[in-house]
Each structure stands twice: as C-alpha cells, then as structure tokens.
C-alpha cells in the first residue's frame, strides 16, 4: 500500500513553518531563562539585606548585653565609643554605610542601627534596626 502523494501546491503552503515553530520555541526558552536570572539576582539581594538586618540586631543587642552587665540604662562612654566605631566598619562584623544613635529616658534606652546596603539607590531611605531596652 502506499501513502498518498502530497500535492505541490500544499507542500509550498506549509514550506518554512517548522522554522517559524523553532524560533518562537527559542524565544520563549530565552525569555524564561531571563526571568531565572533576574530572579536569582533578586534572591541574592535579599539574602544580602537580610544578612545585615542580622548583623543590626547582633550589634543592638551587644550593646544591651553591656548595659546589662552594668546594671545602667546609659552605656559606658568608652565602650559606646567602641560601639560606635565597630558599627560603622563593614570589614570587622559592621554595616555598610553604618550609624546608629542611643536614646536614653530614666531606666530605659532606645537603640537604633542604621544602614544603606551598596546596591541600595542613593536617594532610598536607610534600613534601620531598634530595640528598647528596660533596665531595673
């Protein structure tokens, strides 16, 4: 039994469209692979900005640790120097563009750490960490 010819004028209808069906499949693999690799700049950046909420909320509570130790709402004067001095430096556990400001009311004090990440725009606001300390 044989298969029955195509006619001409079909094969020339139908002539290049498995081309056209490869290059659309292209397309849409690459624009799939694009939004993989946004999407993983993206979740790189995010594990940055938490990492350094993390190291905000270790350097706050080194500083309560201290304030503990001294029974004193008001950290000593040498070690918040040293405080200071550590928040700021991003090569020894500090932030980048770090700053931090201590409030202190009768037996309680506010801390609060500020930061601005290197991939953060110029214009946008500093991220800060705080917390509030109670000390009887």
């Given at each position: 039994m044989?298969?029955?010819?195509?006619?001409?004028?079909?094969?020339?209808?139908?002539?290049?469209?498995?081309?056209?069906?490869?290059?659309?499949?292209i397309l849409?693999?690459?624009?799939g692979?694009?939004?993989?690799?946004?999407?993983?700049?993206?979740?790189?950046?995010?594990?940055e900005?938490?990492?350094?909420?993390?190291?905000?909320?270790?350097l706050?509570?080194?500083l309560?640790s201290?304030?503990w130790?001294?029974?004193s709402a008001?950290p000593d004067?040498t070690?918040?120097?040293?405080?200071?001095?550590?928040?700021?430096?991003p090569g020894?556990?500090g932030?980048?563009?770090?700053?931090?400001?201590?409030?202190?009311?009768?037996?309680?004090?506010?801390?609060?750490?500020?930061?601005?990440?290197?991939?953060v725009?110029?214009?946008?606001?500093?991220?800060?960490?705080?917390?509030?300390?109670?000390?009887?």
């Amino acid at each position: 039994m044989k298969t029955p010819a195509i006619p001409s004028r079909c094969r020339h209808a139908s002539a290049g469209f498995t081309l056209i069906e490869v290059l659309i499949s292209i397309l849409i693999f690459s624009l799939g692979v694009l939004g993989t690799v946004a999407l993983q700049a993206r979740a790189a950046q995010f594990t940055e900005q938490n990492g350094d909420r993390s190291r905000a909320a270790v350097l706050a509570n080194e500083l309560v640790s201290n304030m503990w130790a001294h029974q004193s709402a008001t950290p000593d004067s040498t070690y918040l120097s040293s405080w200071t001095t550590a928040v700021s430096n991003p090569g020894v556990s500090g932030l980048p563009n770090g700053s931090s400001k201590v409030a202190t009311t009768g037996n309680s004090a506010t801390i609060t750490v500020y930061w601005k990440g290197p991939t953060v725009a110029a214009t946008a606001a500093s991220a800060s960490y705080s917390t509030t300390v109670v000390i009887q």
